[in-house]
């Protein structure tokens, strides 16, 4: 036990490491929209956790979580040189119930495929535009987001409280 312990307690791969919450790219403009769609879904009872690492090596923008254990997934776009020239978001449909856009009021919101949500945000809240096209995960892939969001969210907190523990920044 103490040896699947210190295993465990091993340094982690950066690459991986759900403590790693920016990696410097996100735009003002984006970390607006990021902040009020997490605002809103906090409002509608979803846990949120933001720059979630997937197993995929992607990380997702806004990850939300309902009481009723749905998964969602917001990809931030904050303009429209920013959806055209990133197209990775076919990657997150894989780990989500449902994958919404995000996106300013003044975007062109035509652009945004008719099989995702659509969530029209600025920093202080966000509106439901258009609800996606409901995909549900199966049941392995559903437990290893759930594990992925907890330990993300236990480290994330942990690090908050005891900026000392160990854990990188």
Known sequence: MIGQFQKEMSVPNVEQDPLIVVDGRQSEAAAALQRGVCRTLRA??????????????RRADVVGLSAAGD???VEIKSCLTDYR???????YLDY????YFAVSADF??????????????DR??????????????????RKAMMLC???????????QLDPGCG???
């Open 71 to 73: 998964i969602m997934i």
């Open 96 to 99: 989500c119930d449902r994958l």
């Open 167 to 169: 854990l990188r920044s």
């Open 85 to 91: 020239t990133d197209g990775k978001w076919h990657e």
């Open 108 to 121: 062109p919101s035509e652009v945004i495929p008719e099989h995702a949500g659509l969530i029209l945000a």
């Open 44 to 57: 509608y009872g979803h846990s949120v956790i933001t720059e979630l690492p997937l197993s995929n090596g």
């Open 149 to 159: 969001f907890a330990r993300a969210a236990a480290l994330r907190l942990q690090h």
């Open 124 to 141: 202080y809240g966000a509106e439901l535009v258009r609800e996606p096209k409901e995909d549900r995960l199966n049941a392995a892939r």
